[in-house]
C-alpha cells in the first residue's frame, strides 16, 4: 500500500524539537528502509520550499527538499485530493 506524505513529516524531522519529531524521523526512516511505499506531490515539495522562505530560513528548505526527495522519490504531479470532488475547504463539490 501506499501512503500520502504530506510537509508537515520531513518540516517535523527538519526542524526544532517537538513530540512529532522522532515518530517523523522514525517514519521516515521505514519509508526509506523500503518497510513503507512513502509518495508525495508537487504541492507538498513547492510547501516546504515556500513555508521555509516565509520563515526566512533560507539555510533549510533546499536541504530538507532534497533529502525528501532522496527518501521519497515518488512524487505525484498533483495532490490525490485533487481527482476526488475535495475542496480545499476538505468538503466534496
Known sequence: MRVFIDSNI????????????D?????????????IEGCTSTEVLQEILYRYSALHRLDL???????????????MPRSPRAGLGVRA???GS
Open 23 to 35: 515518530p517523523a524521523r522514525r517514519f521516515l526512516e521505514r519509508v526509506q528502509a523500503g518497510e
Open 10 to 21: 520531513p518540516m517535523y524531522v527538519a526542524g526544532r524539537q517537538h513530540p512529532n519529531r
Open 89 to 91: 475547504s476538505g468538503k
Open 61 to 75: 528548505p533546499r536541504a530538507v527538499y532534497d533529502l525528501f526527495v532522496d527518501v521519497c522519490p515518488v512524487v
